[in-house]
């Protein structure tokens, strides 16, 4: 019963347009008629401390270093790194759009600020020299989904916190899955560009090419630092946040000197308002969650799934195909919100890995932003792109695919994310 009204009231409030924010109020107000103990205050303790959290706080700190990031010169040198190394290669440039995701997915941990930034740069040069502008588009939107994956990943922060589980171990669990990613990427497109015609850059020479390396010297540095902290324990994910955002305002405004004084309320402002999104969704899920919780509906989730309890092999494949239907509708920050509390009980009652779970269930949350009719990625590439939805769908599919299969590949060899993760958590 208090699953039905839960899902009704959160699908029917959706379904009027309401944010999702507000929708997951309005869910957990009905669940509290449902229970018979509505109360205001409750309602607003736990929309306060949903806000209240310190690992949340890294947030928009990461959010901020992006935005300072796009302003101080630094994406456009790792563009111009990545080109100076493979542009001159057949599809050079799609070559150049995988390995500058990884490179902008070291340093922001979000796919639709990485999409935006490379599709503006590469996907008029890709289509001035003579590649498909869907696939163009298509392979610069499926390489934004490494960015929350590779960390550091505000979506791993956000299951991090509503899971209970270790961000550090998060972050580390998505190094290789990341990297299979791109790998993956990178057979699909030269499949897909064997017998296009193109034109390839020219060849850089070897002053060229160290020029590029030490022009993108200070923005390379950066994922090292993160990375090397986390793992020598230096600093917690929310001060490497924070490390982040001085890091890349220090390298922009006396470095590179192309961020300016002036430009820093609009940095602000563009932080401030995606920071608060994320914010308004984390502190409405709480009242949710503790819902969720108080009517016992993990429970009856469990009682559904408890013949695959036993087989948590097949138990993972039953959610990832419940994530990826799911996501077609639903943005990443609400789905993990929501689903995360109702999930995590089953997920430690079948024995896996808390932290295995949270990078799959992170991993194929952001596909769902590669499908319509949400898929905030998809339309920002078919913004950048110029592109209609059909068309932007018929460029991304293979590369879709593909990170379909890496998921279910990491599904079926759990030792691909533990075995790594072992060893960077040592």
């Known amino acids: 019963m208090t699953l039905t009204v839960f899902i009704l009231a959160l699908l029917g409030a959706m379904a009027l347009g309401i944010p999702i924010a507000f929708a997951l109020l309005i869910s957990g107000i009905a669940l509290m008629l449902v229970l018979g103990n509505f109360d205001t205050q409750i309602l607003a303790s736990n929309l306060i401390q949903g806000a209240d959290n310190f690992p949340l706080m890294a947030i928009p700190f990461f959010v901020l270093a992006g935005e300072l990031m796009n302003a101080g010169g630094i994406s456009k040198r790792i563009i111009a790194f990545a080109m100076a190394c493979v542009g001159h290669v057949r599809g050079g440039l799609g070559y150049v759009a995988i390995i500058a995701s990884v490179l902008f997915a070291g340093l922001s941990g979000s796919a639709v600020a990485d999409t935006a930034a490379l599709g503006a740069i590469l996907i008029p040069m890709m289509v001035s020299q003579g590649y498909n502008r869907n696939r163009s588009a298509g392979i610069i939107a499926a390489g934004g989904i490494i960015a929350p994956v590779i960390p550091p990943s505000i979506p791993m922060i956000v299951f991090g916190v509503t899971a209970?589980?270790?961000?550090?171990?998060?972050?580390?669990?998505?190094?290789?899955?990341?990297?299979?990613?791109?790998?993956?990427?990178?057979?699909?497109?030269?499949?897909?560009?064997?017998?296009?015609?193109?034109?390839?850059?020219?060849?850089?020479?070897?002053?060229?090419?160290?020029?590029?390396?030490?022009?993108?010297?200070?923005?390379?540095?950066?994922?090292?630092?993160?990375?090397?902290?986390?793992?020598?324990?230096?600093?917690?994910?929310?001060?490497?946040?924070?490390?982040?955002?001085?890091?890349?305002?220090?390298?922009?405004?006396?470095?590179?000197?192309?961020l300016k004084l002036k430009d820093l309320y609009h940095v602000l402002v563009a932080s401030a308002k995606t920071t608060s999104v994320i914010m308004l969704l984390a502190a409405a899920a709480m009242v949710s969650g503790w819902l969720i919780t108080v009517a016992n509906i993990p429970a009856?989730?469990?009682?559904?799934?408890?013949?695959?309890?036993?087989?948590?092999?097949?138990?993972?494949?039953?959610?990832?195909?419940?994530?990826?239907?799911?996501?077609?509708?639903?943005?990443?920050?609400?789905?993990?919100?929501?689903?995360?509390?109702?999930?995590?009980?089953?997920?430690?009652?079948?024995?896996?890995?808390?932290?295995?779970?949270?990078?799959?269930?992170?991993?194929?949350?952001?596909?769902?932003?590669?499908?319509?009719?949400?898929?905030?990625?998809?339309?920002?590439?078919?913004?950048?792109?110029?592109?209609?939805?059909?068309?932007?769908?018929?460029?991304?599919?293979?590369?879709?695919?593909?990170?379909?299969?890496?998921?279910?590949?990491?599904?079926?060899?759990?030792?691909?994310?533990?075995?790594?993760?072992?060893?960077?958590?040592?």
């Not at 034109?199 to 990375?227: D, G, H, M, N, S």
């Not at 090397?228 to 001060?239: A, K």
């Not at 924070?242 to 006396?254: D, H, I, N, R, T």
């Not at 590669?370 to 110029?386: E, H, Q, R």
């Open 164 to 258: 209970g589980v270790s961000i550090t171990k998060l972050f580390m669990a998505g190094i290789i899955p990341g990297l299979i990613l791109a790998v993956s990427l990178t057979v699909v497109w030269a499949l897909v560009v064997r017998k296009a015609k193109m034109e390839a850059q020219p060849r850089k020479t070897a002053k060229e090419i160290l020029k590029a390396i030490i022009a993108a010297f200070w923005a390379l540095l950066l994922p090292v630092i993160i990375l090397g902290g986390l793992r020598g324990g230096i600093f917690t994910p929310t001060e490497a946040a924070s490390v982040a955002a001085f890091y890349a305002l220090f390298v922009g405004l006396f470095i590179y000197r192309e």
């Open 300 to 426: 009856q989730l469990t009682a559904l799934l408890e013949p695959f309890i036993g087989h948590p092999t097949l138990l993972m494949i039953i959610i990832v195909i419940i994530v990826l239907i799911i996501g077609t509708s639903m943005d990443v920050t609400p789905t993990i919100l929501i689903l995360t509390p109702v999930l995590m009980p089953l997920i430690q009652a079948a024995g896996i890995d808390p932290v295995y779970f949270g990078l799959i269930f992170v991993l194929t949350t952001c596909l769902g932003l590669l499908t319509p009719p949400v898929g905030t990625v998809l339309n920002v590439a078919a913004g950048v792109g110029k592109l209609g939805i059909d068309e932007i769908v018929k460029g991304v599919w293979p590369f879709l695919l593909a990170e379909v299969i890496v998921v279910f590949l990491l599904v079926m060899f759990p030792s691909l994310v533990l075995v790594p993760l072992e060893w960077f958590t040592k």
